[in-house]
C-alpha cells in the first residue's frame, strides 16, 4: 500500500464514504475487503482523512464507540468525486490488481524480497550469486508473461 498515491487513496476513501458513514478503522477494513491490499496504517489513514476534512470533501457526522469519529462524505466531496471519476476508476483498477498479485504470492515474493535487501550486508557471495540468478530467472519469465509470449 504504501507506494498506493495519496491522491488516488483520498478519491478510494471518498468512493468507500460515498457507500456508507464509517470510522477510520472501518475504512481501512473496507479498502482491504475490497481489494485485498491490507488493510492501510492508521499513519495513512488519519493524516488523509483529515486532509479530505480540511478540504471539505467529508465531515464527521458522528461520534462511535470509545470517541471514534464517524466521516460521511460532503456534497463537495461526491462533487470532487464526480470531477475525478477517470482518476477513481484507474485507482480501483491498480488496488484490485494489486490484491490479485498479492492472492497469487506476490505479497509473500516481495516480504521476501524486502528481507533479502535488508540483510545483503550479512548474506555470503554463494548466496548473493543464487539471489542473482533466482532474480534473474524471475525477470526474464515475467517479461514473456509481460510481454505476451506464451511457451
Request: hydrophobic share 30%; charged share 40%; net charge positive.
Amino acid at each position: 500500500m504504501r507506494e498506493f498515491k495519496r491522491e488516488s487513496l483520498k478519491l478510494i476513501i471518498l468512493d468507500i464514504l460515498g457507500d456508507s458513514e464509517l470510522h477510520g478503522y472501518g475504512i481501512s477494513e473496507k479498502i482491504d475487503e475490497i481489494y485485498g491490499v491490507g488493510k492501510p496504517s492508521s499513519g495513512i489513514i488519519y493524516p488523509t482523512l483529515s486532509s479530505l476534512k480540511k478540504n471539505g470533501f467529508i465531515k464527521i457526522c458522528a461520534e462511535g464507540e470509545r470517541d471514534k469519529k464517524i466521516y460521511s462524505i460532503t456534497p463537495k466531496g461526491i462533487e470532487y468525486l464526480e470531477k475525478n471519476k477517470e482518476n477513481l476508476e484507474k485507482a480501483k483498477t491498480m488496488l484490485k490488481n494489486l490484491g490479485e498479485f498479492y492472492s497469487i504470492g506476490g505479497k509473500i515474493v516481495i516480504e521476501d524480497i524486502k528481507k533479502i535487501v535488508e540483510n545483503m550486508d550479512k548474506i555470503g557471495d554463494k548466496e548473493k550469486k543464487k539471489v542473482k540468478e533466482i532474480l534473474s530467472k524471475m525477470h526474464r519469465e515475467l517479461e514473456k508473461i509481460r510481454m505476451g509470449e506464451n511457451e
